[in-house]
C-alpha cells in the first residue's frame, strides 16, 4: 500500500522553513527521500534506518519515526534550488529493497 | 551513486505497436527495476529484473504487455507491447547500489517519455 504524504504542496518564500510528512500502514524497515524536478530524474537525497535518526543534506534533514512509522523532511532555510516535488519511498522486510513511493509533495521556493 | 543512461529519451508511437526501451549502467549491479510515472503522478513499479533469472512483476503488470530482458549486469530492456494511449507515460529504470553504512539505495535513469497516438 502506497505511504501517504503530506502536505500535497507547499510554496515558500526563500529562507522559510517546511516540514513533508511520510506514513505507511506498514512496519518500515526503511525509508528514503528523493526529489524530482520537471523533466528530470529523481535524485536521492537520503536514507533513514533507525526510529529518531536524522540525516542531512545540505540543509534538508530526515527523521524517522518506527514506532509511528513514518518519516518527515525538514527544509531548512529553504533555497529556490530546493524547488521540485518529494517522494519518499518506504522499504519494509518482506519487499526487499523494493520502494513503494509516496503520492510526492510539490514544493515551490520563491525569491 | 551510478551512470544510468536510457534510450531512447522520448518517443511517439502509433497504438498497435511495440517499443523497446534500454537502459545501460557504468558498472555491475545486482538489482534493476523498471518503474511507470504517469504526468504528475508518483513511481509505480512494474518489476524487477535480476540477471539470470526471469523478472518479477507487480500486480497490475504482465509479461506479454511489458516483456524484460537482463542480458548481463548492466544492461536491460523495457518493451511496452501492442501500445494503447493509456501506455503514454515516463519509463524509468534504476539500479540498486550500495550507499552507507551497509545499506543499498535505488538510483534513478533519466526516464523515457513516450507519447502513444
Known amino acids: 500500500q502506497q505511504p501517504v504524504q503530506s502536505p500535497q504542496a507547499v510554496i515558500l518564500r526563500e529562507g522559510e522553513d517546511a516540514v513533508i510528512n511520510c506514513s505507511s500502514s506498514k512496519a518500515l524497515y526503511s525509508v528514503h527521500w528523493y526529489r524530482q524536478k520537471h523533466g528530470e530524474a529523481p535524485v536521492f537525497l537520503m536514507i533513514l534506518l533507525k526510529g529518531g535518526e536524522q540525516k542531512g543534506h545540505e540543509k534538508i534533514s530526515a527523521s524517522f519515526n518506527e514506532k509511528k512509522q513514518q518519516s518527515s523532511l525538514y527544509l531548512t532555510a529553504s533555497q529556490l534550488s530546493y524547488s521540485g516535488t518529494y517522494f519518499c519511498?518506504?522499504?519494509?522486510?518482506?519487499?526487499?529493497?523494493?520502494?513503494?513511493f509516496g503520492g510526492g509533495t510539490r514544493v515551490l521556493v520563491k525569491p | 551513486s551510478a551512470v544510468i543512461s536510457q534510450k531512447p529519451s522520448r518517443d511517439i508511437c502509433q497504438r498497435g505497436t511495440s517499443l523497446t526501451i534500454q537502459c545501460q549502467v557504468d558498472?555491475?549491479?545486482?538489482?534493476m527495476f523498471w518503474y511507470r510515472q504517469q504526468p504528475g503522478q508518483s513511481l509505480t513499479l512494474i518489476a524487477t529484473?535480476?540477471?539470470?533469472?526471469?523478472?518479477?512483476?507487480e500486480s497490475g503488470f504482465v509479461i506479454d504487455k511489458f516483456p524484460i530482458s537482463r542480458p548481463n549486469l548492466t544492461f536491460s530492456t523495457l518493451t511496452v507491447s501492442n501500445m494503447s494511449p493509456e501506455d503514454s507515460s515516463i519509463y524509468l529504470c534504476?539500479?540498486?547500489?550500495?550507499?552507507?553504512?551497509?545499506?543499498?539505495?535505488?538510483?534513478f535513469g533519466p526516464g523515457t517519455r513516450l507519447t502513444v497516438l
Open positions: 519511498g518506504t522499504e519494509n522486510r518482506a519487499a526487499g529493497n523494493k520502494l513503494t
Open positions: 558498472s555491475q549491479v545486482t538489482m
Open positions: 529484473a535480476n540477471q539470470g533469472s526471469e523478472a518479477t512483476y
Open positions: 534504476s539500479v540498486l547500489r550500495p550507499y552507507r553504512g551497509g545499506t543499498d539505495t535505488q538510483y
